[in-house]
């Protein structure tokens, strides 16, 4: 079975009227997933908190400190559209524990794959500030947590997210253990993700960014991303694969958009499924970031779950 790892104190991370990063997100998806029966096809986990040495992992105590006292006192803004309210600091915890909720169930061996259903998303805070809707890096804590408790030497993080991973990137821009491969649309938002940028020191080579003009068709992206799979990943071995999954390259994302169709979420599910069988028993975690066309958004999980179920 395929972990769906949820809860509704994910919804709690309340960003305001109008805000494209709403907890409708998650309820819709929800809804549409007990309506379609795929809810019933999927094991269901609640996802923990992450502990403040979990998120020690990539982040300073002074900022996890920071994010805690501005819940506190009532809320407050990290950038003019990262907000931190009330419940944020206890649904941060919540979103960055859901892929360590599923890495302890697939390392037991009971379950092979997982999306996290969860939010506030996490690629772009970077280790000492939150930004894009980010307050921590769930991917980047679920990879360092992966090599600390449980051994794993190389892990690997895809990010097909429309924006740039910049926080991700950061995180292990010297890290030759990490290897980071992001697609995404430039320029854009956040304004790093040159091919140039592939790390530094002895993390130089293991750093992939592909930009990608707004006008790259399915088809180029998917022969890229099979590309760069194939050669890169393959040459790199992974030990565990987590993905950014990030459904805002879908052609009419309010605030993305990469000219994908819905169904291009299960075939690139399915390529990153084969990496992962090759490599590490099928082990994949995979987490949501961006994705803000709220009628189409279930669609395009339902795509990636149907995908991650068929192991
Ligand atoms: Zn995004």
Redesign the pocket.
């Given at each position: 079975m395929t972990l769906l790892i949820y809860d509704d104190i994910l919804l709690q991370h309340d960003t305001g009227f109008g805000h494209p990063e709403n907890a409708r997100r998650l309820e819709n998806t929800v809804r549409y997933l007990k309506e379609n029966k795929l809810w019933e096809h999927l094991r269901i986990a609640r996802p923990r908190a992450a502990s403040v040495k979990e998120i020690g992992l990539v982040h300073p105590q002074t900022y996890i400190e920071t994010i805690n006292q501005i819940a506190e006192t009532g809320g407050g803004w990290l950038d003019s559209d990262t907000v931190v309210s009330r419940a944020s600091y206890n649904a941060a915890l919540h979103s960055a524990g859901a892929p360590l909720t599923a890495i302890d169930l697939i390392m037991k061996g009971e379950e092979k794959n997982a999306f996290c259903l969860a939010r506030p998303?996490g690629?772009h805070a970077t280790p000492a500030r939150g930004m894009?809707f980010c307050l921590f890096n769930n991917v980047a804590i679920a990879a360092k947590y992966l090599q600390s408790k449980y051994n794993l030497e190389k892990i690997l993080i895809v990010d097909w997210?429309?924006?740039h991973g910049n926080g991700t990137q950061d995180a292990f821009y010297n890290d030759p253990t990490v290897l980071y491969f992001s697609m995404h649309r430039y320029p854009f938002y956040p304004g790093s993700g040159r091919k140039e940028e592939d790390g530094q020191g002895k993390g130089k080579g293991f750093n992939i960014n592909v930009p990608l003009s707004f006008d790259t068709m399915p088809e180029r992206y998917i022969e890229i991303f099979t590309d760069v799979i194939e050669q890169r990943v393959n040459q790199f071995v992974p030990e565990f694969i987590i993905i950014s999954a990030?459904f805002?390259i879908y052609k009419k994302d309010p605030?993305?958009g990469l000219n994908m169709e819905i169904k291009d979420f299960g075939t690139l599910t399915e390529i990153v499924m084969k990496s992962a069988e090759r490599h590490c028993n099928g082990r994949i975690v995979s987490c949501l970031?961006?994705?803000y066309r709220l009628s189409v958004l279930p669609l395009c999980i339902e795509a990636h779950l149907k995908a991650l179920l068929q192991v």
């Open positions: 998303p690629h894009g997210d429309v924006h990030g805002d605030i993305g970031e961006g994705g």
